[in-house]
């Protein structure tokens, strides 16, 4: 009963925020330099500048999912009331666990947005804990009336084009595709690719089923040359927006480090989440929990790896893959994650999925492991010899292609493969972490998402529709 009388004061809160009395109807970008090492975290503001109406929802001000490693709050200082909050994630966030930040310092370029507040507020920055809960990590006064708050009305100069219109961007989710690595000429296949984008995504459930709730617009950003940058495989290009291959030295991991280029092309549009398309055919990309997903568009994976990604962006999803081990050494008590498809508590009564479980199975799910580890090992084994040759994409995708058959075969036909339950291995982790389902397009290059998934996205989808 006092949790429910506790979440009920939740909601009723959240509801009560006029946006009329605190915004004006356009959106606020608060950029910012955000730098540090292994070992320290520090925080400048850079400018504020208008990035044209406001695109999010007007009554869902306040983000109850708490998704992300990184959080963020705005306060009227008056009265002390959370006017505005949202959860994110950022290339800082995942630098800072690498080898580089041990050595080196590191500065990155961020943005924050939302509506744009009528007086003075405060922002408040968290991040998360070892306990994954959110410490206070940075507080900044905005003034409104500052110099380097700039409110001048955008005016677009990139040629914009509509793949799906339907309705105004407040009851919408609202994505914005730009195109990296399209030469001037080759405008009319970045339409296609964004055309082909939106129709796989939105083919893909639960975007299916609630596919007139997006707008999806797409902004031409032509390249000097055709493709991307391969650091790794000896291609070197610059393109429009500066995505490049190679990010933390990981071979297929694409990210663009230029986030104020990138901003004032997104801004062209209005906007919640964004797509960087790459006009290359090597299998790659990357997906950053409400700053972008970069896919390459050229692939027999694209289809895959274009939803994927955006489960990344879009609801903060976990990877549910796991390297294969043979042996894991289970030193300390895992944390319980954050990201809603993942969970180190395999328990039927408390398991974060719990309403989604299908009723007699057991819990931890058996399910076929051992033989899908020989199995990945083996891959595992071949994938590095292969590439270790320089083997043409063209063979290497025929053998994720029979990699995936394989998958398929025997995840889609065990005792428990149509269960909701806890099948162990994910985010990683051979062991200790487990998924919903045997299989999702986090798990494998599978076509579906997993039910926890599923729900996930069901749930930010209505944080910015009516
Ligand atoms: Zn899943």
Same mark, same amino acid.
């Given at each position: 009963?006092i ?5 009920f004061a ?6 009560a925020i006029n ?6 109807d356009?959106?606020m970008?608060?950029?910012y330099f955000h730098?540090?090492?292994a070992n320290?975290?520090?925080?400048a ?8 109406i406001w ?12 998704l992300?490693?990184y ?7 008056e009265?002390e009331?959370i006017i505005?909050s949202?959860?994110f994630?950022s290339?800082?966030g995942?630098?800072?666990t690498?080898?580089d930040?041990k050595?080196?310092?590191g500065?990155?370029?961020?943005s924050?947005?939302?509506p744009w ?7 408040i920055?968290?991040k998360r804990?070892l306990?994954n ?7 900044y006064s905005?003034?409104?009336?500052a110099?380097?708050?700039n409110p ?6 990139y040629?914009?084009f ?9 009851d919408?989710?609202d994505?914005?595709?730009l195109?990296e690595?399209?030469t001037?000429d080759?405008?009319?296949?970045f339409?296609?690719d964004?055309?082909?984008y ?17 707008n999806?617009?797409?902004?031409e950003t032509p390249s ?8 790794h ?10 995505v490049?291959?190679?990010a933390f ?5 694409a990210?663009a ?11 062209a549009?209005? #906007?919640?989440f964004? !797509? ?6 090597? @299998?790659?990309?990357? &997906?950053? +929990? %409400?700053l ?8 027999a994976?694209?289809?895959y790896?274009?939803?994927h ?8 999803l ?12 289970m030193?300390s008590d895992?944390?319980e ?7 180190a508590?395999p328990?039927k ?5 719990k309403?989604?479980?299908t ?7 058996p ?6 580890d020989?199995y ?12 270790k ?10 053998f994720?292609?029979d ?8 995840l889609?036909?065990?005792? #428990?493969?149509?269960? !909701?339950?806890?099948?162990?291995g994910?985010? @990683?982790?051979?062991? &200790?972490? +487990? %998924?919903?389902a045997?299989?999702?397009i986090?798990?494998?290059?599978y ?14 989808i209505?944080?910015?529709t009516?």
């Amino acid at each position: 009963m006092i949790l429910l009388i506790y979440l009920f004061a939740i909601i009723t809160s959240a509801n009560a925020i006029n946006f009329e009395e605190f915004f004006l109807d356009k959106t606020m970008r608060f950029d910012y330099f955000h730098t540090g090492n292994a070992n320290e975290e520090h925080f400048a503001f850079d400018e504020i500048v208008c990035d044209g109406i406001w695109a999010g929802s007007k009554t869902k001000l306040i983000d109850e999912l708490r998704l992300g490693y990184y959080f963020f709050e705005i306060i009227d200082p008056e009265s002390e009331e959370i006017i505005y909050s949202r959860g994110f994630a950022s290339i800082y966030g995942e630098w800072e666990t690498t080898r580089d930040a041990k050595e080196n310092w590191g500065v990155y370029h961020e943005s924050v947005r939302f509506p744009w507040p009528k007086k003075n507020v405060k922002l408040i920055l968290y991040k998360r804990n070892l306990h994954n809960t959110f410490d206070i990590v940075w507080e900044y006064s905005i003034n409104t009336e500052a110099y380097r708050v700039n409110p001048a009305e955008i005016k677009n100069f990139y040629n914009v084009f509509p793949v799906v219109e339907n309705g105004d961007p407040e009851d919408m989710v609202d994505i914005v595709i730009l195109g990296e690595g399209y030469t001037k000429d080759e405008m009319d296949k970045f339409h296609k690719d964004a055309e082909h984008y939106a129709e796989v995504l939105l083919s893909t459930e639960p975007f299916a089923s609630r596919k007139d709730k997006f707008n999806i617009r797409a902004v031409e950003t032509p390249s000097p040359n055709n493709g991307v940058n391969h650091p790794h495989q000896d291609i070197y290009k610059r393109s429009a927006l500066s995505v490049s291959y190679g990010a933390f030295n990981s071979e297929r991991y694409a990210l663009a480090f230029d986030n104020k280029k990138i901003r004032n092309a997104t801004s062209a549009v209005p #906007y919640d989440f964004t !797509v960087i398309l790459m006009n290359d055919s090597i @299998y790659g990309g990357g &997906g950053i +929990y %409400r700053l972008y997903i970069t896919a390459a568009a050229d692939n027999a994976f694209y289809d895959y790896l274009f939803v994927h990604e955006f489960g990344h962006h879009f609801a903060g999803l976990a990877d549910e893959y796991y390297t294969s081990a043979t042996a894991y050494d289970m030193t300390s008590d895992i944390i319980e994650p954050w990201e809603l498809n993942v969970t180190a508590h395999p328990d039927k009564e408390t398991i974060k999925w719990k309403e989604l479980l299908t009723p007699g199975t057991p819990v931890p799910t058996p399910w076929e492991k051992e033989k899908y580890d020989k199995y990945s090992i083996e891959i595992q084994k071949k994938r590095r010899e292969m590439r270790k040759a320089k083997t043409p994409e063209s063979i290497m995708e025929k053998f994720f292609i029979d990699k995936r058959k394989w998958d398929n075969e025997l995840l889609g036909n065990m005792k #428990y493969s149509g269960c !909701v339950g806890a099948f162990e291995g994910a985010m @990683y982790m051979s062991e &200790g972490m +487990y %998924r919903s389902a045997p299989n999702c397009i986090m798990f494998t290059r599978y076509d579906k998402f997993c039910p926890a998934c599923e729900r996930a996205i069901n749930l930010v989808i209505d944080q910015y529709t009516k």
